[in-house]
């Protein structure tokens, strides 16, 4: 299931999907983001082998994983930008019963994904940082380093978005189906791991790699929060946006 809905990978669908397979899937998303980390790496490579200028290599390193994605993660950005511009009224209504319609507004917005001003603005400008951050890494000599800890940094957020306590903003969707599933101590230990490893990254100081994924998944908890707090929950495109949040954070960390 992870590798099937995080990745455009061929694979077979799970025969049954119940919480426990769920929580499985999100616990192991850095695992099934592998091979898209593995393809971005390889671009970068080339580009180094190549010679191609930074910024070019970085594009299409993001594109890579773009492509591997099947775009999936930056449609859950651009929507949730959209759902949290609509979501914005509902701090300011006066009464409880405007609140919640404004609520259902924005989630209605976002289940729609057709792009507004919002959305197509905060898309834009989160690709520009990531390109300009990775080809920062990779002018700086660790871009494969780099490319790598941002694809599994990003995937890394994924078990603390569906850890339980947090609930589903709406009913039906990837959201509901994840959301609360994935044991909080588990997900934490997974964070620890990919950040342990990531210490050993090679051409970056021990300490780099492990401050960019914990400090994306810090921002990324960010970000978690204001939805919860003004969608009520988790959608897919929620867990997408963190993805995106968490890769864009830790680029800019080891952009130098």
Do not use: F
């Not at 990531?198 to 400090?215: D, E, F, I, R, T």
């Not at 929620?238 to 968490?246: F, M, P, Y």
């Amino acid at each position: 299931m992870a590798a099937g809905t995080l990745t455009a990978l061929p694979v077979p669908a799970p025969r049954a999907v119940d919480r426990r397979v769920a929580g499985t899937a999100m616990l192991l998303a850095p695992v099934a983001a592998i091979p898209l980390a593995a393809l971005a790496l390889g671009v970068v490579l080339l580009g180094d082998l190549t010679g191609l200028p930074a910024l070019v290599t970085a594009a299409l390193a993001i594109g890579a994983v773009a492509l591997g994605t099947r775009g999936l993660h930056l449609d859950g950005l651009t929507d949730t930008a959209d759902g949290l511009a609509a979501a914005a009224k509902a701090a300011l209504a006066p009464t409880a019963d405007a609140r919640t319609a404004h609520r259902e507004r924005a989630l209605e917005i976002m289940r729609r994904g057709d792009s507004g001003p919002a959305g197509i603005a905060t898309l834009v400008l989160v690709l520009l940082v990531q390109c300009a951050a990775l080809a920062g890494a990779v002018a700086a000599g660790h871009g494969p380093a780099a490319v790598v800890l941002g694809v599994l940094a990003g995937r890394a957020m994924l078990p603390l978005c569906c850890a339980r306590g947090i609930p589903s903003a709406r009913p039906g969707g990837l959201g509901d189906a994840v959301a609360g599933t994935a044991s909080i101590p588990w997900a934490c230990a997974g964070l620890l791991v990919v950040a342990g490893l990531s210490a050993l990254a090679p051409g970056l100081p021990w300490w780099q790699g492990p401050a960019a994924v914990l400090g994306a998944c810090a921002i990324a908890g960010v970000l978690l929060a204001r939805c919860v707090r003004r969608l009520g929950g988790i959608t897919g495109d929620v867990l997408g946006a963190c993805v995106e949040t968490a890769t864009t954070t830790a680029w800019l960390v080891l952009s130098t």
